[in-house]
């Protein structure tokens, strides 16, 4: 499974569009990507996945390049109440392996008033 | 209804003593999983169970046995624990082995 690099952590304030960056630089051709998010004490939370260019939903942004050795997430006008820490994790669509992501690190998003 | 729910929220237990955290999920998913997460440390995938038969062991230790009485239920019997085995447990649910998972809460494990 391609392994998953982040920031560890990143501050922003209110209203800024924040944008993290994951690199996988190993990512295997049917692999996919999903981003969640995980508040203190309570589970991960889905955000968003894509395979290819650009996904968008109502929370969020994913942006992957051509190579796809790397993946943004962008947070339009974050508030406080998206301090939390975000994962990155790549999948894979193959059935042996199907169902084992792995959860890199994180970052830690700090957002300020 | 798009909710994991997990019991008990807290445990402890004795190195001696067998219990059983219970995940459930009414979403016709397919898929269920449990994760180990320590303290400020990423989810770490135990085991994938893919309509009703175990599809992924990550090596855990057989102090840890899983179980998936039917397609809703996901249980996860503990024997014999030790201390470092107090984590936050995570149950997750997806449409299948390549969707989005939704996880449930959370039982908080102490063995003392």
């Known amino acids: 499974l391609a392994k998953t690099t982040q920031p560890i952590s990143m501050d922003s304030y209110e209203g800024q569009e924040v944008n993290i960056t994951c690199s996988h630089n190993n990512i295997a051709t049917n692999d996919y990507i999903t981003w969640y998010q995980q508040f203190p004490s309570q589970g991960p939370r889905f955000i968003i996945q894509?395979?290819?260019t650009k996904v968008t939903n109502e929370v969020a942004s994913l942006f992957i390049p051509a190579d796809r050795k790397s993946s943004t997430l962008s947070l339009p006008r974050v508030s406080l109440s998206d301090t939390a820490v975000y994962y990155c994790l790549v999948g894979d669509t193959l059935n042996t392996n199907a169902g084992k992501s792995t959860f890199g690190d994180g970052t830690t998003l700090t957002v300020k008033p | 209804d798009t909710e994991v729910t997990q019991t008990p929220k807290h445990l402890v237990m004795g190195m001696t003593n067998k219990k059983s955290l219970k995940c459930e999920q009414h979403m016709g998913h397919r898929a269920m999983y449990w994760y180990k997460q320590k303290a400020k440390k990423p989810p770490e995938l135990m085991f994938v169970?893919?309509?009703?038969?175990?599809?992924i062991n990550e090596s855990v230790p057989s102090r840890f046995s899983p179980e998936c009485p039917n397609s809703s239920l996901l249980n996860l019997h503990l024997h014999a624990l030790q201390p470092e085995d107090s984590a936050l447990y995570l149950c997750?649910?997806?449409?299948?082995?390549?969707?989005?998972?939704?996880f449930g809460p959370g039982t908080r494990l102490t063995v003392t």
């Open positions: 894509g395979y290819k």
């Open positions: 169970y893919s309509y009703e038969k175990l599809s």
């Open positions: 997750a649910s997806s449409q299948s082995l390549t969707y989005e998972q939704y």
